[in-house]
């Protein structure tokens, strides 16, 4: 099938690993079938993979343009319904069997992600699931070129610590947008510490994890204050953000 898209929902089209994962996912999920919510819709691939197994799926994306794609891309599959509305506003009334959610990013931090299963959860039916199942987020200590925030597109960047698992979302449970943790490193290389390195994967079912893809949460490289580190310095940073505020309401410092 050929997609009418956005240059940007092109390029997600483009992550055939992005596609295959979420796919999958969807088809282990395929024998509670009756309504399917696709959060985020985007161009519609995903509700074009749900009407494989689904009889109804209601499909809801924010942006205009993205949705009048969606709609012309769907427009022959009589039981999916595009809607353009934000998912944050919108009356569910149904309760689904399946609620896919695609607004991912790392950590949660920059989409809505949270906020709109929050909202939409209460409307899953009690043996229903949600695609992804959850993330893992994970950290590192990092010295990069480009000392200032932005997502890891393969700039030089040399890593000097383990990476340790800094926290683990399921989405069934009711989650608090607001994180704090303290994160505690130790350095395995000598040289200037200058920022973190954070990294989602995404566990879209039990048996499906997805790493960094092009597409679906590349790495962010969060900057620090510069510090010259030996191997086996403990390093303790206060790392915060709001998930679903933006990468602006990420805050560190050391302890
Ligand atoms: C990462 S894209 C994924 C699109 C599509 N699900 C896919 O997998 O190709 C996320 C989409 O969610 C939409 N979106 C973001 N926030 C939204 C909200 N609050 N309500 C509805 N749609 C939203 C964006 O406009 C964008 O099209």
């Given at each position: 099938?050929?997609?009418?898209?956005?240059p940007y929902h092109s390029d997600l089209l483009k992550d055939s690993d992005r596609l295959a994962v979420f796919y999958e996912a969807i088809?282990?999920?395929?024998?509670?079938?009756?309504?399917?919510?696709?959060?985020?819709?985007?161009?519609?691939?995903?509700?074009?993979?749900?009407?494989?197994?689904?009889?109804?799926?209601?499909?809801?994306?924010?942006?205009?343009?993205?949705?009048?794609?969606?709609?012309?891309?769907?427009?022959?599959?009589?039981?999916?319904?595009?809607?353009?509305?934000?998912?944050?506003?919108?009356?569910f009334r149904k309760k689904a069997d399946l609620i896919v959610c695609e607004m991912l990013d790392t950590a949660l931090i920059d989409e809505?992600?949270?906020?709109?299963?929050?909202?939409?959860?209460?409307?899953?039916?009690?043996?229903?699931?949600?695609?992804?199942?959850?993330?893992?987020?994970?950290?590192?200590?990092?010295?990069?070129?480009?000392?200032?925030?932005?997502?890891?597109?393969?700039?030089?960047?040399?890593?000097?610590?383990?990476?340790?698992?800094?926290?683990?979302?399921?989405?069934?449970?009711?989650?608090?947008?607001?994180?704090?943790?303290?994160?505690?490193?130790?350095?395995?290389?000598?040289?200037?510490?200058?920022?973190?390195?954070?990294?989602?994967?995404?566990?879209?079912?039990?048996?499906?994890?997805?790493?960094?893809?092009?597409?679906?949460?590349?790495?962010?490289?969060?900057?620090?204050?510069?510090?010259?580190?030996?191997?086996?310095?403990?390093?303790?940073?206060?790392?915060?953000?709001?998930?679903?505020?933006?990468?602006?309401?990420?805050?560190?410092?050391?302890?």
């Amino acid at each position: 099938m050929k997609f009418k898209t956005t240059p940007y929902h092109s390029d997600l089209l483009k992550d055939s690993d992005r596609l295959a994962v979420f796919y999958e996912a969807i088809k282990e999920y395929s024998s509670n079938n009756q309504l399917a919510y696709d959060l985020g819709c985007g161009s519609g691939v995903l509700s074009y993979f749900l009407s494989d197994y689904f009889e109804e799926i209601i499909s809801l994306e924010i942006n205009k343009k993205t949705y009048e794609c969606a709609k012309e891309n769907l427009k022959d599959f009589n039981k999916i319904k595009v809607i353009n509305t934000d998912v944050l506003n919108y009356e569910f009334r149904k309760k689904a069997d399946l609620i896919v959610c695609e607004m991912l990013d790392t950590a949660l931090i920059d989409e809505e992600e949270i906020p709109a299963l929050n909202r939409a959860k209460e409307f899953l039916k009690p043996d229903g699931e949600i695609i992804p199942k959850g993330v893992i987020n994970a950290v590192e200590l990092v010295n990069f070129e480009r000392h200032y925030l932005h997502w890891d597109e393969g700039a030089r960047h040399e890593i000097m610590s383990d990476q340790i698992i800094y926290d683990e979302i399921n989405f069934k449970d009711e989650i608090n947008p607001e994180f704090k943790t303290v994160l505690k490193l130790k350095a395995t290389k000598e040289g200037l510490l200058n920022g973190l390195k954070i990294t989602t994967f995404t566990k879209l079912t039990d048996n499906i994890i997805a790493g960094p893809l092009p597409m679906l949460n590349p790495s962010l490289l969060i900057p620090l204050n510069e510090r010259q580190v030996k191997v086996n310095d403990f390093i303790q940073v206060e790392l915060k953000y709001i998930m679903g505020n933006g990468i602006e309401s990420i805050e560190t410092k050391y302890l």
